[in-house]
């Protein structure tokens, strides 16, 4: 081979290789989810913001159980100041196939707690209802510490979240 065709082979073969690994602007840090800043912009907000977001609805929740029968209140809306979802259960809702982004709503359990039920959905804003996670693919003692694979057909969804209070900083 020429010094040339061995030239324009190198070229040709690193061409292919930097279109295969998807040339970016930068690099993503190792255990960094990669993502777009437009898209996340949209979504933020200051911390003070936040804050007093969070503050207001502390004070609405406390306002609205003087103004209503406690008993009723505790037992059938028990309503939490946040709750919490590690990075694995995030993980998994957005690498679903089609999945642009998650939707959480807002629902009650048998004890009267509301809780917040995570779905991905697409790029249309549909969600994306199926399985998640098959549990053949899970230890026996990861299946046996949630419900989530219960057999009441149609999909799952993340919930399950860790309630504040009581864990909570």
Same mark, same amino acid.
């Given at each position: ?38 898209? /996340?912009?949209?979504? #933020?907000?200051?911390? !003070?913001? @936040? $804050? ?5 609805? *502390?004070?609405?929740? &406390? ?25 694995? /259960?995030?993980?998994? #809702?957005?690498?679903? !196939?089609? @999945? $642009? ?5 807002? *629902?009650?359990?048998? &004890? ?47 919930? &399950? ?9």
């Amino acid at each position: 081979m020429t010094p040339n065709r061995t030239l324009i082979a190198v070229a040709s073969y690193l061409i292919v290789l930097l279109a295969m690994t998807g040339c970016k602007d930068g690099h993503t840090p190792p255990g960094e989810i990669p993502y777009d800043k437009e898209r /996340a912009k949209v979504h #933020l907000i200051s911390l !003070k913001r @936040a $804050d007093r977001y969070k503050d207001d609805y *502390g004070t609405t929740k &406390l306002e609205v159980r003087k103004r209503c029968d406690t008993s009723f209140f505790d037992k059938n809306f028990d309503l939490p100041m946040a709750e919490m979802f590690n990075r694995d /259960a995030i993980a998994l #809702l957005l690498n679903q !196939k089609g @999945a $642009d982004g998650i939707r959480v709503y807002f *629902g009650k359990d048998s &004890l009267g707690q509301v809780r917040l039920v995570l779905l991905p959905v697409d790029k249309s804003g549909k969600d994306i209802r199926q399985v998640l996670l098959d549990y053949r693919s899970v230890t026996q003692k990861a299946a046996a510490q949630t419900d989530g694979f219960d057999d009441e057909g149609g999909g799952q969804a993340v919930e &399950l979240g860790q309630r504040c209070p009581t864990i909570c900083n």
